[in-house]
């Protein structure tokens, strides 16, 4: 923590009187100064460990809205594990991000007018440096900003030379070990980024197409033949077969037939993965340009024809040198002249296309580094399978150790649907920004060999000096795999990864479960034995507030910097926070962002309030009016159901729960009832040590998701107030404020003598009355000693927030009550009740009337809303698929409507009397 003279002392004690409004810019801007050096995490330590890495945002350029919801859920769970006592360590770091760096650099270069052929590698790469330091410095800014409580002790870089080793040294093993290999296979190719791409980094999308009918003619140059339908009628140069069902009887008489325009002979295969139903039952093979041709070429032994390059340009016969999409048109008119396109129909086609720059991906032959999946996967699918039961608590008590458990049901389907289909992963990229294939082959004899220490002068099979290196550098999510252990110090047996290791939790986003993942798992399991994390929390995508995804285009994109310059980050966390969910996508808008803002502010009022008129604390008080006793045991209820909800990551029930508790329960009833306490002289000083007490422990709570206003306004308590139990510098070592018991009795008093008042004033609403303007209301405790007691020792604060004069008594005659409900002369009653409380609010008769219909009517409407929970609770579809959290809200609100409903009818039968 930075020093402070006296002076700024006594100054920050009293900035908060002076203060009106909450300031978030000049509170943030001190704290994320002492955040960013704070949290240093001692892997010596003998307390329990929590660890966590963050997903290393790419260096492309500035941090999302995303990000922000990603980083402030690992930020709550952090810090409420180092609250508790945890010696907790957040990795924070950025991914070089190989091909979509390589692009965003790429375009900044030929806004200068440069282009990639004008440069050499070193040249470019030096570019891509200078790029990498802005972007670095820009994350850390934006980082500090959100007021993360990471270790920044322990940055790291997947390109950084600690974790250059730990690539190197996992590209060996794996090679050693027969997991790597070279072979031609059939890859995804963007041709304008130039380079291979995995299965997940193609996106595909149904677009509008043509499906064309081409005749494959029996003789040479004939026009009889099999019609064959293809959506890429380009790539036919390279057909080498054309395959049908075994059992499609209508070409059981062809062995053969001419490719159209080649005019090469090719055999008519039987084959059963053809579908009958497609086209005419008949489909050519390009084994060279196709995944399922690739497959079914290998299994009949067909030659692969390439007649592309990787421009996508065409390299046969007279139609060399065309772009492949000028190939189609020139072909299609060639067909046509020839009498060989026999018809061309639209066709929805599913089209991959590259994911960052958007280019339709064309499947070309190619010789690429793969690494084998299949025994990989099969251990990375049964440590999730062994943890599927387990409860979906972090750090919970397991039965099992090395398991892995998504902490939502439909994430772990998924991922196992996916694992269980799994190919081969492609881990070379045509590139010149990334980890470079450490292998080398040798010109003379033809052997590759390893360079992990360096290339070698000869060659260490023949002495040869002709040795060329491998040019190609892996895909970024390799490094990414490595992530978990890598920045903990392995390969090396490190303190830390010692300590550290396994990690607790990952937080991610569900776009990169495949990509990401599943890989850290595999690898994980191959490299240490063990799983990379024990927890998986995969929350959804942030949309706008139609549910529309946010892009640049459609301009409904929120920059969370500008948010926070706006509004706060902790205004913006809070907001994510209570948002946050783990099946769903979440809406957001600036209007629901601005109106947490006003959560803010009354966290700032309340704490005014609270440290003006609590002149002193005593630590070990002991709460006297039921008020005290009321609040001490919400606030009991209130932590007891966060901590609940944070250990089952179920953040937006931990927020709205301090929310409503901060809001509801402490600054709209116990304050506002304080004000009267604090005139007290018998109960002046606990009503203070009440104020101090709820405060500190709702400070530390709404700490976890409000760093800088909480931080600010516990220092200001800490030196006014000093007690000994504060000893912790900041609030963020500060102990997570623990449950306390008191009497239930006692507590459910507090809460009818609430209802009291929330009845009268609910009673002056229909009858359209401020609550200002006062009312007589009469009360009968129906023989309650204890409730007849508890009403006139409070009576004070009740007749004052309900706006009455109260009369209350033991019992009242049956025959007195109904002449009351009949009402004498001008005297004539409203009833109602609130628990064993009977209340009659004295009313004329048209407001009586005017009531009966606002309740009536409000039954209607609370019934028609009942039935609609029912039956959305008694649909099995919805209970399967609805996060738990979705569901708990849906039985509350039918608890609350159900609540409601009961006490209106009671209400309108005392009416019909």
Sequence with gaps: MLEETESQKEQRKNEIEEQKRYDHKSIESKWIKIFSGAFKADPESNRRKFCITIP???????????????????????????????????????????????????????????????????????????????????????????????????????????????????????????????????????????????DLEVEFDEEQGKLYYIIYPIEENGKEGITVATTRPETLLGDTAVAVHPDDSRYAEIKAVYVPLAWRKVPIIRDERVDMTFGTGAVKITPSHDFADFEIAKDHNLPRLKIMNEEGIITFGQYKGLERFSARKKILEDLKELGLLSKVEDYKIRIGRCYRCKTVVEPLLSKQWFVKTKELAERAIEVVKEASNEEPRINGKSKKKGVVKFLAKNWENLYISWMSRIRDWCISRQLWWGHKIPIANCLECGKEFLTVDGTPKKCPYCGSEKIKEEKDVLDTWFSSALWPFAVLGWPEKSIELERFYPTDLLVTGFDII?????????????????????????????????????SKTKGNVLDPLDLVEKYGADTLRFTLSILASQVKDIKLSENTIQSYYHFMNKIWNASRFVIMNAKSYEQNFQPKSI??????????????????????????????????????????????????????????????????????????????????????????????????????????????????????????????????????????????????EKINVQLVCQGSMELFGAINSNITWLEKLSGSKIESCLSIEKEELEKKLKGQGDKKYIPSSVRNLLILVEAKQEKIEEVYQKIKREVSELSAELEKVKKRLSNPDFIEKAEESVIEEHRKKLEEISFRLSHLYKQIELMKK
């Excluded at 500190?696 to 007690?723: E, G, Q, V």
Aim: aromatic share 12%; glycine share 4%; with cysteine.
């Design 56 to 198: 290393p945002p790419n260096i492309t350029g500035s941090l999302h809205i995303g990000h922000a919801l990603n980083m402030t859920i690992q930020d709550v769970i952090t810090r409420y594990k180092r609250m508790r006592g945890y010696e907790a360590l957040w990795v924070p770091g950025t991914d070089h991000a190989g091909i979509a760096t390589q692009v965003v650099v790429l375009r900044e270069l030929e806004k200068k007018g440069l282009k990639r052929e004008d440069l050499s590698e070193d040249k470019f790469l030096q570019f891509v440096e200078e790029w990498k330091q802005k972007s670095q410095s820009r994350i850390r800014e934006q980082m500090e900003k959100l007021a993360l409580s990471v270790d920044w002790s322990r940055n790291r870089f997947t390109l950084d030379p600690g974790y250059r080793k730990a690539v190197l040294h996992a590209f060996a093993d794996l090679y050693k070990n027969g997991f790597i290999y070279k072979g031609d296979y059939i890859i995804n190719w963007c041709p304008s980024c130039k380079t291979a791409l995995s």
């Design 514 to 550: 495949f990509f990401w993942v599943a890989r850290m798992i595999m690898t994980g399991l191959y490299f240490t034995n063990d799983v990379p994390f024990r927890y998986v929390y995969v929350h959804g995508l942030i949309r706008d507030e139609k549910g529309q995804k946010m």
């Design 627 to 772: 008020p005290q006793i009321w609040i001490m045991g919400k606030l009991s209820s209130c932590i007891s159901k966060v901590s609940e909800y944070i250990e089952e990551a179920r953040i937006n029930q931990a927020a709205t729960e301090i929310y409503e508790f901060f809001w509801n329960d402490f600054c709209d009833w116990y304050i506002e009832i304080s004000k009267f306490e604090l005139q007290n002289d018998e109960l002046k000083e606990e009503a203070q040590n009440t104020l101090v007490y709820v405060l500190d422990s709702s400070l530390r709570i709404i700490h976890l998701f409000c760093p800088s206003i909480t931080a600010h306004i516990w220092d200001i308590m800490k030196k006014k107030y000093n007690p000994s139990e504060w000893s912790a510098d900041i609030i963020s070592f500060a102990e997570f404020p623990e449950p306390k018991s008191f009497p239930q009795e006692v507590v459910e008093m507090g809460e009818t003598l609430i209802s009291l008042v929330k009845e009268i004033r609910s009673i002056k609403d229909y009858m359209g009355i401020k609550i200002s």
